[in-house]
């Protein structure tokens, strides 16, 4: 099997993998655009609320994420994934039975529990060699990207034909199939062979990712983009509304938004990893979402300067949102990308949750005004945590095996990082295992006798 290629067993497992995280995410997604636009058919409806019906989600996901993944350790990562999207289902139909908005609340809450993303991540690992991992997560990547434009506009076509109700329960048929997918479409990995620092998502690595000031800062970056979305679509989709654009037709409005924001970012993105300009790129799109949420302050008035607004801010942040995992990826320490994901995923939902309780706060006080320069603001304090980032230069990281009682882990430390090439390490001395992550100059020739690369 070439070391270069995906066998097909892994082209399989990330293809089903990128299914599975596609529809849990359409189900969380299409109710964005749409969500405060019908609130006011609920019971006890408020500004602040809806805010809280849409991103409270997230704190079930923040909450769990975490724990979960350590259960998938244990019992395996199927029946977490399974009861995770069962959860999510349940509270589909809670949501969809509900004619206040405290119901709604809690359903929501509920489908957050069903919190699965670092418990997937781990499963990942599991299937995929580590040369390809950085490939497998960008397919997720991708897959997340599509699911997101098509509830965008898939959201407003299902509730203006069944409503908020169908729209609920269209999410817990998702859930379903995803149930499916991981029964009968996902392979059941083999980890007795041996252990994967990258699979077990959460181990003792959690603190060294929380000291890393690098990955703390991409944390912030993705907290930050999930609160101010979800922020500005407490009050966008009345906005439109109020600016003539019928409910049942802001489909045809978003769907060339998604065209154009897709089409936008694929040069961007080219430009930043191939000529090596990802740091420029990547605080000019946080630019450009801090000044068109300031303008919006004054400009929001004029639907066809909502529509500029809406385009610019999603070119930058499917940009971000795609740039974002990736350099998580080539940041963290050596075999600790499960652990880094987890909490890089914990800090996403926890982003949603505090922006639709911050877009709903300052909407219901104060007013649509309020509630851009509290986002722009938001985004202007990452622009500035973001100036110092440093991003890595092209590595890789190798696994490497050693026989038992012919090195110790201080020895194997201080002689691997004297190869060229070498960058950092991370040895789990009781596996016999170690990561070692290398630069484009290192030469697996060079190995010390008796260690020895994975196939």
Same mark, same amino acid.
């Given at each position: ?15 089903? $993998?990128?299914?599975?995280?596609? +529809?849990?995410? =359409? ?31 997230? $704190? ?63 499963? =990942? ?31 407003? $076509? ?9 729209? +609920? ?13 991981? =029964? ?187 509630? +851009?320069?509290?986002?722009?603001? $938001? ?77």
């Amino acid at each position: 099997m070439s070391h270069h290629t995906m066998s097909a067993a892994e082209r399989r497992s990330v293809a089903s $993998l990128a299914t599975l995280y596609a +529809f849990r995410m =359409l189900g969380l997604f299409m109710l964005l655009p749409v969500l405060s636009l019908y609130a006011s058919e609920y019971n006890h409806s408020t500004p602040v609320l809806v805010g809280l019906a849409l991103g409270i989600y997230g $704190l079930g996901q923040a909450a769990l994420q975490v724990p979960l993944g350590m259960l998938s350790d244990r019992i395996g990562r199927k029946p977490v994934i399974i009861a995770g999207l069962l959860l999510f289902a349940a509270g589909g139909i809670v949501a969809a039975s509900a004619d206040n908005i405290v119901t709604v609340i809690f359903g929501r809450l509920l489908q957050g529990t069903g919190a699965i993303a670092s418990t997937l991540t781990a499963l =990942l690992a599991d299937l995929t060699r580590e040369q390809h991992r950085t490939k497998a997560m960008a397919a997720i990547g991708g897959s997340i990207g599509v699911s997101f434009a098509v509830a965008m506009v898939l959201g407003p $076509l299902v509730a203006a034909s069944f409503g908020v109700s169908g729209l +609920f329960l269209l999410t817990s048929l998702l859930a379903v199939i995803g149930v499916v997918i991981t =029964l009968w479409l996902v392979p059941t990995p083999n980890i007795s062979s041996g252990l994967d620092a990258d699979s077990q998502s959460l181990s003792g690595l959690l603190g060294r990712c929380l000291r890393d000031s690098n990955l703390m800062r991409l944390n912030l970056g993705i907290f930050t983009l999930h609160a101010v979305l979800m922020a500005i679509f407490v009050a966008v989709p009345s906005l439109l509304e109020d600016k003539g654009l019928a409910r049942s037709d802001h489909w045809k409005m978003y769907l060339p938004v998604m065209v154009l924001a897709f089409i936008g970012m694929v040069p961007l993105i080219i430009c930043a990893e191939k000529y090596g300009r990802m740091k420029q790129i990547f605080l000019s799109a946080i630019s450009a979402i801090m000044l068109v949420l300031f303008a919006a302050t004054w400009l929001a008035k004029d639907y066809w300067y909502l529509v500029l607004m809406i385009t610019i801010f999603f070119v930058a942040f499917n940009l971000l949102e795609a740039s974002l995992p990736s350099l998580v990826s080539k940041t963290v320490y050596p075999g600790g990308k499960g652990t880094a994901m987890g909490v890089y995923s914990t800090f996403q939902f926890f982003g949603a949750f505090c922006g639709g309780a911050l877009g709903g706060g300052l909407f219901g006080r104060w007013g649509v005004t309020a509630l +851009f320069v509290g986002a722009a603001i $938001l985004a202007g304090v990452w622009l500035f945590v973001a100036w110092g980032m440093t991003v890595p230069a092209k590595s890789e990281n190798v696994v490497l095996y050693w026989q038992f009682g012919a090195w110790d882990s201080a020895t194997l430390r201080q002689e691997l990082l004297l190869l060229p090439g070498a960058v950092d390490i991370t040895i789990l001395e009781s596996e016999q295992l170690a990561y070692l992550r290398v630069g484009l100059e290192f030469d697996p020739a060079s190995l010390p006798e008796g260690i020895r690369l994975s196939s």
